[in-house]
């Protein structure tokens, strides 16, 4: 499968994004300081940068993000937010949302190492959708892992309010689909939403 190694203080620089909407609050890059002159960007460039950036956030690649697309505008009501209640859906980004995993790249690696339950049963497929009322358990095993100790320990970081969070038994509930107003990142998915309708 493809990866993407490149370094993430330098690719959210280049998306204007916080490092922070991903997880990580330490990292920064002192890369081309002067690089604001930049020449004017075409409408087109800018509809490609708000679908980069929704990519990376999320860890999706393009076949992939392109499929959601579909879905989305399959789906009754407007597309961009339909688009963007899929992505929020996504099991890695739920663990990530309940504070399990430090960052969407964490959650994704414990979601496939199978340390997580869906109503009762293992799922280590990171994009698999949850739905409302679907309950996301810590597996009794892991539970003894020090990642998992530490966090009933030091506690949980506030947590979206479509999720319910019961800290001592390490599990989460879905309660709502998410919102628009739900999104911790400024975006604006109507120029995704052109840039598949060219």
Not at 64 to 89: H, I, P, S, W
């Amino acid at each position: 499968m493809a990866r993407n190694t490149q370094p993430i203080a330098k690719r959210c620089k280049a998306l204007d994004i916080s490092p922070a909407v991903l997880g990580y609050s330490n990292k920064k890059t002192t890369r081309n300081p002067g690089g604001e002159r930049r020449r004017k960007v075409s409408e087109y460039g800018l509809q490609l940068k708000e679908k980069q950036k929704v990519r990376f956030i999320y860890g999706v690649l393009e076949r992939q993000f392109r499929r959601y697309y579909k879905r989305a505008v399959d789906m009754r009501g407007v597309t961009g937010d339909n688009l963007m209640q899929l992505l929020e859906r996504r099991l890695d980004n739920v663990v990530f949302r309940l504070g399990f995993g430090k960052s969407r790249r964490h959650a994704r690696q414990l979601v496939t190492h199978g340390h997580f339950l869906v109503n009762g049963r293992k799922v280590d497929i990171p994009s698999y959708t949850v739905d409302v009322d679907d309950v996301i358990t810590v597996r009794t095993k892991s539970r003894e892992m020090e990642h998992f100790k530490a966090l009933r320990e030091g506690g949980f970081n506030i947590v979206p309010k479509w999720l319910s969070l019961n800290a001592d038994e390490l599990k989460g509930t879905v309660v709502a689909l998410p919102t628009r107003e739900d999104l911790d990142f400024p975006l604006q998915e109507n120029m995704i939403v052109e840039f598949y309708s060219r």
